[in-house]
């Protein structure tokens, strides 16, 4: 493993990265007194590809979990011109013990507990597996997603994300077999909750999703 630098403009160069992709609409954490130049920088720059390029390029050879991660979701934001960035660096970050400055903190939303530590890395799991996917590698994407579900049970995409690739490797029929598994997931009956105006409310999107999903796999079932 490489060693950490600890020059300041190293350090300086992370934070400007940082806020740039936050100018450019990823949640991250970053300083907020560099805003101002971070959006300068996005406004001399304009084009959305050399921008990313360039949050990119002010983290060099990533090596701190900070760097790993901007320069993971950077590249997994251009897509799949750069898929083997993402793999290469996406891989790399969840072998460190994470960003220590993302949220990490637990708070119910619409009725369920969210561990916001377990979804920011579910979050790189999800880039990774769709790079994998677009590379052929369906097995590792597989596995991935389930591990991105794991680490987030209430959310039916996941589930979904899952169902498609096993659908791609072992057929429509053990992936509409696998969906209806996860009816018996404790987020599949809807869960009633308080919101902030006190009025109660009910939250259902995991079983609406899923449904949905196992309905339109069965509606493509083949004619017998």
């Keep these: 493993m490489a060693k950490l630098k600890n020059d300041s403009t190293d350090h300086d160069s992370t934070d400007l990265a940082a806020a740039l992709f936050f100018v450019m609409g990823e949640t991250v954490p970053h300083r907020r007194a560099l805003e101002e130049e971070a959006a300068a920088l996005k406004e001399k720059i304009r084009d959305r590809e050399k921008i990313l390029l360039k949050v990119i390029g002010l983290c060099g050879e990533p090596h701190t979990p900070e760097q790993l991660y901007l320069v993971a979701k950077a590249y997994s934001w251009l ?21 220590g400055s993302l949220p990490s903190h637990l708070r119910e939303e619409d009725g369920i507990t969210i561990n916001y530590a377990a979804a920011q890395r579910a979050s790189v799991l999800r880039d990774l597996a769709k790079a994998q996917e677009g590379l052929g590698r369906l097995d590792a994407a597989l596995f991935n997603f389930t591990e991105a579900y794991r680490l987030e049970p209430y959310s039916a995409m996941n589930a979904i994300k899952a169902a ?16 209806k598994q996860q009816r018996q997931s404790q987020y599949y009956d809807p869960v009633k909750y308080t919101d902030s105006l006190g009025h109660t409310r009910k939250n259902d999107l995991f079983k609406q999703l899923l449904d949905a999903h196992i309905l339109k796999l069965q509606e493509n079932k083949p004619p017998v």
């Design 79 to 99: 897509g799949k011109k750069y898929y083997q960035e993402t793999v290469r660096y996406a891989g790399e970050y969840l072998h460190t013990s994470g960003w």
């Design 164 to 179: 498609d690739l096993v659908a791609k490797l072992h057929g429509r029929e053990e992936a509409l077999e696998f969906l």
